[in-house]
């Protein structure tokens, strides 16, 4: 088993920057895709973007590409994402996910493992 526990969320303004982060235990998810994910009041977890194991690769939806970049430090066990020019918009519980199968999915159920999420409130 894995566990995962988001932090680094909080209460900022819009074009302010914040930095999330996934610990990892339990076991290593070297090998696995890790994606982080978001869910605002009334709308189902969305998709934000996901990393493959060695960090070469990386995918980001739309909504957020250009300003979020995710990363991982193997040696920390611990995956990052880091959003800059955030929007009112954006404000939501972050989740980290691991998929242990590599299906570089977008789909939450293709994910094995998650975290309790973080919440990030942009004000405007």
């Known amino acids: 088993q894995v566990q995962l526990v988001e932090s680094g969320g909080g209460l900022v303004q819009a074009g302010d920057s914040l930095r999330l982060s996934c610990a990892a235990s339990?076991?290593?998810?070297?090998?696995?895709?890790m994606g982080w994910f978001r869910q605002a009041p009334g709308k189902e977890r969305e998709f934000v973007a996901l990393?493959?194991?060695?960090?070469?690769?990386?995918i980001y939806d739309d909504s957020v590409k250009g300003r979020f970049t995710i990363s991982r430090v193997s040696a920390k066990n611990t995956v990052y994402l880091q959003m800059k020019n955030l929007k009112v918009e954006d404000t939501a519980v972050y989740y980290c996910?691991?998929?242990?199968?590599?299906?570089?999915?977008?789909?939450?159920?293709?994910?094995?493992?998650w975290g309790q999420g973080t919440q990030v409130t942009v004000s405007s």
């Open positions: 996910a691991a998929d242990r199968h590599y299906r570089y999915s977008r789909r939450t159920e293709d994910y094995d493992y």
């Open positions: 339990g076991r290593t998810i070297g090998a696995y895709v």
């Open positions: 990393i493959s194991p060695s960090g070469d690769n990386t």
